[in-house]
Nanobody
Framework: QVQLVESGGGLVQPGGSLRLSCAASGSIFGINASGWYRQAPGKERELVAR???????YYSDSVKGRFTISRDNARNAVYLQMNSLKPEDTAVYYC?????????WGLGTQVTVSS
C-alpha cells in the first residue's frame, strides 16, 4: 500500500517562506497529476496548486505568484515552495497524487502563519 507523507510545515511569520515536501513510499502507476490542497478551520478543502505529468501547472488565484509546485519523478516526490506567506495561508496542507487506478492522499501537515 503506497502512502504519501508530507513534511515541512510549521510556524512562520507573515512574509516568510516554507517548503513542503511530499514523498511516496513506493511507485505509483500512471501518475496523471500531483497537487497540494489545504483546509483551514471551518472551511472546505481547496486546491492550491497542481502539476500534470506534462508539467502543466495550475495555481489558485490566492497563491498565484507566491507559491511554486514542482516534482521529482526519480524520488517519487512533489514539492510546494511557499513565499510571502500570509495569515490567511494558515491551514492543513495535503498532498494529492492522481494515479491511473486511484487517487492518493497524505495525512497533512500544519502550516501556521502568525506573528
Amino acid at each position: 500500500q503506497v502512502q504519501l507523507v508530507e513534511s515541512g510545515g510549521g510556524l512562520v511569520q507573515p512574509g516568510g517562506s516554507l517548503r513542503l515536501s511530499c514523498a511516496a513510499s513506493g511507485s505509483i502507476f500512471g501518475i496523471n497529476a500531483s497537487g497540494w490542497y489545504r483546509q483551514a478551520p471551518g472551511k472546505e478543502r481547496e486546491l492550491v496548486a497542481r502539476i500534470t505529468s506534462g508539467d502543466s501547472t495550475y495555481y489558485s488565484d490566492s497563491v498565484k505568484g507566491r507559491f511554486t509546485i514542482s516534482r521529482d519523478n526519480a524520488r517519487n516526490a512533489v514539492y510546494l515552495q511557499m513565499n510571502s506567506l500570509k495569515p490567511e495561508d494558515t491551514a492543513v496542507y495535503y498532498c494529492n497524487v492522481e494515479g491511473r487506478l486511484r487517487v492518493y492522499w497524505g495525512l497533512g501537515t500544519q502550516v501556521t502563519v502568525s506573528s
